[in-house]
């Protein structure tokens, strides 16, 4: 199974309410990555987690928390969701010194209101 | 700034028509690229990855080249069917691995009509 589930597949939320939201891979992959995606602009990465090692973009390194509580899963937390977390957020695993392969859910769509 | 540039924004075709989408990148090192499909509401799907300085590619009716020297990749669709309606991305990876970079265009979005 390559694929990779990302929950929920939409997500409302309101204004400085938290979101978390969820992403699991069962084919053993040691980095796991979220992306956000927002309308005619090319997905941005947030973080990714190397095994246990979380490495977050110097940009968005305070509004974005993760954790991987095992191998498959990942979460991405919203402490605090302002209109503009409103986008596309997409996950994906890849396996290090492999293809170049990366894997992509099919992403979950917030809209904070 | 933008490194990956895609062109043109959004194509409308015919079915049955031949299209080419361009890619044009200044992502250094590029060590390989790659094309994804997308269609609405769903995940990004690999459709070829190119490695090598004048790689060309095919996959059924889809088929790619780049020029590492002119940093410029083209993904060919021939024989649009209406299912090809979705937005195209290509992709540069600046390594070999998982910790690699990827360098992501805006997208080219695709539109087939009967």
């Known amino acids: 199974d390559t694929t990779v589930k990302q929950n929920p597949r939409y997500k409302l939320a309101r204004v400085g309410k938290p979101v978390n939201l969820i992403c699991s891979q069962t084919?053993?992959?040691?980095?796991m990555y979220w992306y956000q995606k927002k309308p005619n602009q090319a997905p941005k990465l947030l973080l990714f987690?190397?095994?246990?090692?979380?490495?977050r973009e110097a940009d968005t390194f305070e509004k974005f928390q993760s954790s991987r509580p095992n191998n498959s899963f990942c979460s991405l937390y919203i402490g605090s969701a302002g209109l503009e977390y409103s986008a596309m957020y997409l996950c994906?695993?890849?396996?290090?010194?492999?293809?170049?392969?990366?894997?992509f859910g099919p992403g979950t769509r917030l809209t904070v209101l | 700034k933008t490194q990956v540039e895609q062109s043109p924004q959004s194509l409308v075709v015919r079915q049955g028509e031949n299209c080419v989408l361009q890619c044009n990148y200044s992502v250094t090192p590029d060590n390989h690229l790659r094309w994804f499909k997308q269609d609405t509401g769903k995940g990004l799907v690999s459709l070829t990855v190119l490695v090598h300085e004048n790689d060309k590619t095919s996959n059924g009716r889809y088929s790619a080249t780049l020029d590492k020297d002119a940093k410029h990749s083209t993904l060919h669709i021939t024989a649009t069917l209406l299912d090809d309606t979705a937005t195209y991305i290509c992709v540069v990876g600046d390594r070999g691995s998982a910790l690699g970079r990827l360098h992501f265009g805006a997208g080219t979005q695709l539109i087939v009509i009967p």
């Open positions: 994906a695993s890849s396996s290090w010194g492999g293809s170049y392969e990366q894997y």
């Open positions: 084919m053993n992959h040691d980095t």
């Open positions: 987690y190397y095994d246990k090692i979380l490495n």
